[in-house]
């Protein structure tokens, strides 16, 4: 359901930027909000509480942020701030910038793996990916030791798992399909 709600506002938003030939900026002041309220734990938790107005959300907001909010970014705050929508920023900021990157020809990996790649690693997949999907394609690594060895890879809706733990996961419910007479 929030994937949705996500993509109807950000296909909107970036509609309006389009319009007024400002996606790059519009772009780049969404993810600096995005960042910003991860961070922040207590304005994340004043913006989605149902008891704070919604002009006391847009301030606490325009307080943290240190530029100024364009024209467009508040209105579009606001709207989200109104419909009871801000709990959605995160999701909304990916799929506008998933938006912008398929505008311009290109995708975002988000590459999960055990240790840092290397520069070579790096170089490799984006190369092999990019063959794959046939588009220039944008690594965003992530570390997360849990996954014991191998790499995960998120393109789009697809999902590529060739983690230790995912190897380990399959072969659990293998066996539990096994049936013993």
């Given at each position: 359901?929030?994937?949705?709600?996500?993509?109807?506002?950000?296909?909107?938003?970036?509609?309006?930027?389009?319009?007024?030939?400002?996606?790059?900026?519009?772009?780049?002041?969404?993810?600096?909000?995005?960042?910003?309220?991860?961070?922040?734990?207590?304005?994340?938790?004043?913006?989605?509480?149902?008891?704070?107005?919604?002009?006391?959300?847009?301030?606490?907001?325009?307080?943290?942020?240190?530029?100024?909010?364009?024209g467009t970014m508040e209105n579009f705050l606001m709207l989200l701030i109104l419909k009871?929508?801000?709990?959605?920023?995160?999701?909304?900021?990916?799929?506008?910038?998933?938006?912008?990157?398929?505008?311009?020809?290109?995708?975002?990996?988000?590459?999960?793996?055990?240790?840092?790649?290397?520069?070579?690693?790096?170089?490799?997949?984006?190369?092999?990916?990019?063959?794959?999907?046939?588009?220039?394609?944008?690594?965003?690594?992530?570390v997360k030791p849990g996954l014991i060895g191998g790499i995960m890879i998120y393109l789009?809706?697809?999902?590529?798992?060739?983690?230790?733990?995912?190897?380990l996961e399959r072969m659990k419910q293998r066996l539990l399909k096994v049936e013993i007479?």
């Amino acid at each position: 359901m929030e994937s949705v709600i996500a993509q109807k506002y950000a296909v909107a938003l970036l509609q309006v930027a389009k319009d007024q030939k400002t996606v790059d900026a519009i772009s780049a002041e969404m993810h600096a909000i995005q960042v910003i309220v991860e961070e922040n734990e207590s304005l994340k938790s004043t913006l989605e509480h149902p008891r704070v107005k919604a002009a006391e959300k847009l301030d606490a907001l325009r307080r943290v942020l240190k530029e100024k909010l364009s024209g467009t970014m508040e209105n579009f705050l606001m709207l989200l701030i109104l419909k009871k929508r801000i709990k959605h920023l995160t999701a909304v900021a990916d799929h506008f910038e998933r938006l912008c990157y398929e505008m311009k020809g290109k995708a975002i990996a988000r590459v999960l793996s055990a240790q840092p790649l290397s520069d070579i690693q790096k170089k490799g997949l984006t190369e092999k990916l990019s063959q794959m999907f046939g588009t220039l394609v944008e690594l965003r690594e992530e570390v997360k030791p849990g996954l014991i060895g191998g790499i995960m890879i998120y393109l789009g809706d697809q999902r590529m798992d060739g983690s230790v733990l995912g190897q380990l996961e399959r072969m659990k419910q293998r066996l539990l399909k096994v049936e013993i007479d």
